[in-house]
């Protein structure tokens, strides 16, 4: 159904005003670390991030010679070995990525539920989206399958055009083509991925936990009831939401400068960081939750922001009556 009344604008003071009631009104610490520990649950291993410095080794060609020799008849000495400490390490990867996605797949439901019902709670929250949660994990982890085999194709796409290059030693048409072709799949994998994973977390685990349904159920709604006749409107909410985290990127970077770093550092400190964080977090989640509410009133998920009864009680006048 096409909705013409869609504004990416409004949504944007009713996600402030929710969290600033949520968050600041009757302020209370600890409310604060339970859905601090809910929104670190749901973003667990999609932020942070390290970096290396990697030492460049000098030497002469027949020292490198040398050194590549060495290292390959170690490997032959010891390949069955190196054979099962990689298989190891791969599969506790495996594993440990897996896990993340589990955790985070159930932390989206409590968080959201944290955010809708205004109540810091962990323990019901896990119990009761379970089901919702496994459908969400199952669904990421054979995406992230699929991302995975589409990454593969395309660099090997990428390697059978530069094979000549590659073979003849040289650096020619064969090569750059490799580079554009590679570049463009690869660019265009990328965004699609970044754009499906928005669409998931903003739009289709909000409609699950609404409808209580399978996440195949909710692609269905979101593509044929809300997207199909609305797709304008939905590029302006991320093309909004886009400059609304540039707007509050400045911001963070302005904090790191005014403590000199400090700031950084307790960001970057796992779920404390997430905790300071909150009230930015929590106005993410709100801002597509109050934006699918214009939709009509069955995608209505705070019945009336509590701030704004609160408001309206504390505007009437009181009874002077004797």
């Given at each position: 159904?096409?909705?013409?009344?869609?504004?990416?604008?409004?949504?944007?003071?009713?996600?402030?005003?929710?969290?600033?009631?949520?968050?600041?009104?009757?302020?209370?610490?600890?409310?604060?670390?339970?859905?601090?520990?809910?929104?670190?649950?749901?973003?667990?291993?999609?932020?942070?991030?390290?970096?290396?410095?990697f030492?460049?080794?000098?030497?002469?060609?027949?020292?490198?010679?040398?050194?590549?020799?060495?290292?390959?008849?170690?490997?032959?000495?010891?390949?069955l070995?190196?054979?099962?400490?990689?298989?190891?390490?791969?599969?506790?990867?495996?594993?440990?990525?897996?896990?993340?996605?589990?955790?985070?797949s159930?932390?989206?439901?409590?968080?959201?539920?944290?955010?809708?019902?205004?109540?810091?709670?962990?323990?019901?929250?896990?119990?009761?989206?379970?089901?919702?949660?496994?459908?969400?994990?199952?669904?990421?982890?054979?995406?992230?399958?699929?991302?995975?085999?589409?990454?593969?194709?395309?660099?090997?796409?990428?390697?059978?055009?530069?094979?000549p290059?590659?073979?003849?030693?040289?650096?020619?048409?064969n090569?750059?083509?490799?580079?554009?072709?590679?570049?463009?799949?690869?660019?265009?994998?990328?965004?699609?991925?970044?754009?499906?994973?928005?669409?998931?977390?903003?739009?289709?685990?909000?409609?699950?936990?609404?409808?209580?349904?399978?996440?195949?159920?909710?692609?269905?709604?979101?593509?044929?009831?809300?997207?199909?006749?609305?797709?304008?409107?939905?590029?302006?909410?991320?093309?909004?939401?886009?400059l609304?985290?540039?707007?509050?990127?400045?911001?963070?970077?302005?904090?790191y400068?005014?403590?000199?770093?400090?700031?950084?550092?307790?960001?970057?400190?796992?779920?404390?960081?997430?905790?300071?964080?909150?009230?930015?977090?929590?106005?993410?989640?709100?801002?597509?939750?109050?934006?699918?509410?214009?939709?009509?009133?069955e995608?209505?998920?705070?019945?009336?922001?509590?701030?704004?009864?609160?408001?309206?009680?504390?505007?009437?006048?009181?009874?002077?009556?004797?």
């Amino acid at each position: 159904m096409k909705n013409n009344n869609i504004s990416v604008t409004k949504p944007l003071q009713h996600a402030f005003d929710w969290t600033k009631y949520v968050l600041f009104e009757n302020f209370d610490i600890g409310k604060w670390f339970i859905m601090g520990f809910c929104a670190w649950i749901a973003f667990l291993g999609e932020s942070g991030g390290g970096g290396a410095n990697f030492n460049s080794f000098r030497g002469g060609r027949g020292r490198k010679a040398h050194s590549l020799q060495n290292f390959w008849n170690f490997v032959i000495d010891h390949f069955l070995i190196i054979i099962i400490v990689t298989s190891v390490i791969i599969i506790i990867i495996i594993l440990a990525t897996l896990l993340v996605q589990w955790l985070s797949s159930r932390g989206k439901f409590m968080f959201l539920d944290c955010t809708v019902k205004n109540k810091a709670a962990v323990k019901d929250p896990w119990r009761q989206f379970k089901h919702l949660a496994n459908s969400l994990f199952i669904f990421r982890v054979l995406f992230g399958l699929a991302f995975f085999i589409l990454f593969v194709f395309v660099a090997f796409i990428s390697f059978v055009i530069a094979w000549p290059d590659i073979t003849g030693k040289i650096f020619s048409a064969n090569a750059i083509s490799s580079i554009i072709v590679g570049g463009t799949l690869f660019f265009i994998l990328i965004t699609a991925t970044i754009i499906i994973q928005n669409i998931l977390f903003d739009f289709i685990v909000p409609i699950m936990y609404k409808k209580n349904i399978a996440i195949l159920k909710a692609i269905h709604i979101f593509k044929n009831d809300l997207l199909a006749e609305n797709v304008k409107s939905f590029i302006l909410f991320y093309l909004m939401k886009i400059l609304v985290f540039i707007a509050i990127g400045i911001l963070v970077i302005a904090a790191y400068c005014l403590t000199c770093c400090i700031a950084c550092c307790l960001f970057a400190i796992p779920y404390l960081g997430t905790v300071i964080l909150l009230p930015v977090i929590m106005f993410k989640r709100c801002y597509s939750i109050f934006f699918l509410e214009q939709f009509g009133d069955e995608w209505v998920f705070i019945t009336k922001p509590s701030c704004e009864i609160v408001t309206a009680n504390q505007q009437q006048p009181t009874d002077q009556s004797p």
